[in-house]
C-alpha cells in the first residue's frame, strides 16, 4: 500500500522544473557531433544562439535549431514569457538507441557499423534584469 501518496505527489509537482523546454528524440546524428554544437549555444541569449545555429556550417545545427524553436514557442504560448527574455540555460545531447549494421568484407568477414541516434534537450529560462 502507498502511504503519504497525496503529499508525495504534491512535493514532486513542487519540485518539478517549471522552465521552459523542448526534446527531440531518435535524431539520426551521432550524439558526439551534437554535443560541440551545443557546447558553442550554452549560456547565450535566445536571439544570439538562434544565429549562431543559422551560421555554422555543422549537420547537427538544423534539428538542434527546431528544438531551441520549439522551446521558446512553449515559454511563449504555455508560461507567456517574452522571448526576448530567454536565455539557453541548459542543453544536452544523450545517447539514443544504435542502429546496428553489417559490413560484408571479402573472405567471408563481416564489420559493424553503429549508427548512432540522441535525445537533444534544450531548456530556456529567463534572464535576471
Known amino acids: 500500500m502507498a502511504t503519504r501518496s497525496r503529499e508525495k505527489s504534491k512535493a514532486r509537482q513542487a519540485a518539478a522544473d517549471k522552465r521552459p523546454y523542448a526534446i527531440a528524440k531518435y535524431i539520426r546524428i551521432s550524439p558526439f557531433k551534437v554535443r560541440v554544437v551545443l557546447d558553442n549555444i550554452r549560456g547565450k541569449d535566445l536571439n544570439e544562439a538562434i544565429g549562431i545555429l543559422e551560421a555554422t556550417p555543422k549537420a547537427a545545427c538544423e534539428p538542434i535549431l527546431k528544438v531551441v524553436n520549439s522551446a521558446a514557442a512553449n515559454a511563449e504560448n504555455n508560461m507567456n514569457l517574452a522571448r526576448g527574455d530567454l536565455y539557453v540555460a541548459e542543453c544536452f545531447a544523450d545517447d539514443g538507441p544504435t542502429l546496428k549494421r553489417v559490413r560484408p568484407m ?24
Open 106 to 129: 571479402s573472405k567471408g568477414r563481416a564489420y559493424r557499423i553503429n549508427k548512432r541516434t540522441c535525445h537533444i534537450t534544450v531548456i530556456l529560462d529567463v534572464k535576471n534584469a
